[in-house]
């Protein structure tokens, strides 16, 4: 089985499209940080995911995993554009399963009117219904046969950050962690490997907590709930740096995809599995599209920059 996982693709369309009404408090923020050059840094972010469908169809991928940040500032527009610049990705032959990032949960309003659901809602099915606590979450997804095939178990870690505008923490709600003990207690998942997926690091490519305005704030005990995972990944995005990191006494190892379309430190991850484990391999973007490398060069990525 192979598996595509991307993240944080920011798609944005400029400040002119956002609303009058929606620019106090956190989007002021955003606004000036996309007027220093973080917006230039996304430019080419619908040109890039032309070419990542190309990447997923010729690796006839079986599950597409997105780890949040579709948008740059949550809007409607924003959320309309990224739709449809993923439909040639839902298009193909495989499973599609994500997570909102911080961005699509930039402000309250965003919550307020339900804009992740109203567009993405129906990539938002589960094959557990009844473990559901807290609205769609955690999202269960099973792909391929029993013996030998991949459990997903989807978490939103992502939440408004109003106050301080500049801060960007997120949190896994209590309830939503209390359900992964009974997720993986289940008998459809004993035979399979465990994918959880949720936005937010919980750890730094080189051990570290993420800076307190930028971290999951709960993140030791996200990693207990999972520690006793014999056979799994952790996927998440949120910072943009494209790393594998084990942790001590944590049996998944954490795999965070980066940006996909950040210039100059785009990134992905292209996992097989097969009956003796997951292999991993780095995808990057060559200036013209993007290149996965050959089997044993799944390296961590030296680029650096907060999501």
Not at 73 to 82: I, N, R, V
Not at 88 to 95: D, F, M, S
Not at 208 to 223: G, I, Q
Request: hydrophobic share 40%; net charge negative; glycine share 12%.
């Amino acid at each position: 089985m192979r598996v595509l996982h991307f993240s944080d693709i920011h798609v944005g369309l400029g400040l002119t499209r956002v609303p009058v009404r929606d620019w106090p408090g956190k989007r002021l923020v955003g606004g000036a940080n996309l007027l220093r050059g973080r917006g230039r840094r996304f430019e080419g972010a619908l040109e890039k995911l032309s070419r990542l469908t190309e990447v997923a169809g010729s690796e006839d991928v079986d599950l597409v995993v997105f780890s949040g940040d579709f948008t740059a500032m949550g809007t409607d527009a924003e959320f309309s554009a990224a739709r449809a610049a993923i439909e040639p990705i839902l298009a193909l032959p495989a499973e599609f399963v994500c997570v909102p990032g911080n961005h699509d949960i930039y402000a309250r309003d965003v919550v307020l009117k339900k804009r992740f659901e109203k567009h993405f809602g129906d990539l938002l099915e589960t094959d557990l219904p009844q473990l559901r606590v807290d609205g769609p979450w955690p999202l269960v997804r099973f792909v391929g046969e029993d013996d030998g095939g991949v459990a997903v178990i989807a978490l939103n870690s992502a939440r408004p950050n109003p106050v301080p505008p500049w801060r960007s923490s997120g949190r896994i709600p209590d309830e939503q962690l209390e359900a992964i003990g009974e997720i993986l207690r289940r008998p459809e998942l004993r035979s399979r490997f465990v994918f959880v997926v949720t936005h937010y690091a919980p750890r730094l490519w080189d051990g570290r907590p993420d800076t307190p305005n930028h971290r999951l704030v709960n993140a030791e005990e996200f990693l207990e709930s999972c520690a006793g995972i014999e056979r799994g990944a952790i996927l998440c995005g949120h910072v943009h740096r494209t790393y594998r990191v084990q942790i001590p006494g944590i049996g998944p190892e954490i795999f965070c995809a980066g940006s996909a379309t950040m210039h100059e430190l785009e990134g992905f991850w292209m996992f097989e599995l097969e009956r003796g484990g997951l292999s991993a391999r780095r995808g990057r973007w060559n200036g013209h599209g993007y290149e996965v490398d050959s089997p044993g060069d799944g390296a961590p990525s030296q680029a650096e920059s907060p999501g």
